[in-house]
């Protein structure tokens, strides 16, 4: 029980890291257009991190739970090793201030401890593969939407004074960023529940794999404690480096994510809410001109995405190697 325990808080850790790392994606576009301070951005995603605990299932819980890996598989051992890995990898990005998948960070954790444990055929392909197709469809999906949204919205206030068109979009942008808070906080506070539950299952604890009420509640308080916490220096690249936002385009960015974000989720698919809102807001600076997106930035921010999955699966298996040094039972 005390090991059960243990591994719970050291999943609610990464909860609590995952919404710090990704506070930039709920509230970069509202600091960076000035709308909210960081304070009161940071506050108000939080809360709606929070709330999302209410109305939208836990389908991408049970996708994590029991699609990337046979739950029977999923050891003590191998559960720590792929979470050490997780937190690992979202300090090492934060210190660079690269927006990368705290998801895919978990997912690749996950897989990467659970094969050095016991071999590729504990591997779930087709929920791994499905999940690895996203990495490349959630930011497409975010930056048509951000494109058409921002290309709908210049048609509709042409004509109108910047001054107008900026007074109505910081108002609207309140509502796009709890938009947004919502779903970043039902996609991802999901994936830490689905690592929990299927602890529980694999220890005994659960009859049958479901996700306990309890288990949703501390994980949605753990994500949105990190995200009132903020991490600061991925709110810079998020919503300065990549293009300048304005209200209007801050509002597009933020509803065409918060779209993709609680279409997947509802669809019970863990995709990336850093990769959905930085297709987006690319997209929002693309529709205005080609050149408005600094794409030297971009490069490097996709590089850090196709790099999360094979990292923290490596630093995962080594993790494995570590405990089974110290001779502890991994599978």
Request: proline share 3%.
């Amino acid at each position: 029980m005390a090991l059960v325990a243990g591994l719970i808080l050291v999943a609610l850790a990464f909860d609590f890291m995952n919404g710090f790392h990704d506070a930039a994606n709920s509230v970069a576009t509202i600091v960076s257009t000035r709308v909210l301070t960081p304070r009161a951005a940071v506050a108000w995603a939080a809360f709606f991190n929070f709330v999302a605990a209410f109305g939208f299932g836990v389908q991408v819980a049970a996708t994590v739970g029991r699609g990337v890996i046979d739950p029977q598989a999923a050891t003590p051992a191998v559960i720590f090793s792929g979470l050490l890995a997780a937190i690992a990898w979202d300090v090492i990005t934060w210190l660079y201030g690269l927006p990368t998948s705290s998801s895919h960070a978990l997912i690749g954790g996950f897989a990467g401890a659970a094969v050095a444990a016991a071999g590729t055929e504990v591997v779930v392909l087709s929920g791994v593969a499905k999940i690895l197709a996203f990495i490349v469809i959630s930011p497409a999906v975010g930056l048509i939407l951000g494109v058409s949204m921002m290309t709908g919205m210049l048609l509709l206030v042409r004509g109108t004074t910047p001054a107008a068109v900026d007074g109505i979009f910081r108002r609207l942008q309140l509502l796009s960023a709890a938009a947004y808070s919502l779903g970043h906080g039902t996609n991802d506070a999901q994936k830490t529940m689905g690592i929990i539950a299927v602890l529980l299952y694999s220890a005994g604890y659960l009859e049958k794999f479901y996700v306990p009420t309890w288990v949703i509640l501390a994980c949605h308080a753990a994500i949105a404690l990190g995200t009132m916490f903020g991490g600061w220096r991925i709110v810079k690249t998020m919503g300065m480096r990549i293009t300048k936002l304005e209200p209007i385009g801050g509002f597009c960015a933020e509803t065409a994510g918060a779209l993709t974000l609680l279409g997947t989720a509802v669809a019970g698919i863990p995709v990336s809410t850093t990769h959905t809102i930085t297709g987006a807001i690319v997209g929002v600076g693309a529709a205005r001109r080609f050149s408005a997106v600094r794409w030297g930035v971009a490069r490097t921010v996709v590089w850090a995405w196709i790099l999360t999955v094979p990292c923290t699966a490596a630093l995962a298996g080594l993790n494995v190697a570590l405990l089974r040094a110290l001779g502890i039972e991994v599978g």
